[in-house]
Nanobody, 123 residues
């Protein structure tokens, strides 16, 4: 069982950067694939980035590829999302989630979810 808490969201101008953190409880953190998702008002939750348990494999949505970087520090039970060159369309609530097995790019299979952190990008 994992509990995840996101932080680092806020208001930023277009072109700026934010670094999101997801702190997870539990000794088994390193066994989970971790993912970042986001949900804008009126839209479904969508995949942003995922990383394998070892950190050796990652996957990004096309919309963020080249701008966002996912990483994890298993010793700290934390996964990060570095967001650069932010755009207004990145505005959403960002969630971290945990799943077993290989990196997944949909919500299916993610069994633990955080409460989310708001990211707002102004034009």
């Amino acid at each position: 069982q994992l509990q995840t808490v996101e932080s680092g969201g806020g208001l930023v101008q277009a072109g700026g950067s934010l670094r999101l953190s997801c702190a997870a409880s539990g000794r088994a953190f390193s066994r989970y694939t971790m993912g970042w998702f986001r949900q804008a008002p009126g839209k479904e939750r969508e995949f942003v980035a995922g990383i394998s348990w070892s950190g050796g494999s990652s996957y990004y949505a096309d919309s963020v590829k080249g701008r966002f970087t996912i990483s994890r520090d298993n010793a700290k039970n934390t996964v990060y999302l570095q967001m650069n060159s932010l755009k207004p369309e990145d505005t959403a609530v960002y969630y971290c989630a945990a799943a077993s097995g290989q990196v997944k790019i949909t919500t299916e299979g993610y069994m633990y979810w955080g409460q989310g952190t708001q990211v707002t990008v102004s034009s």
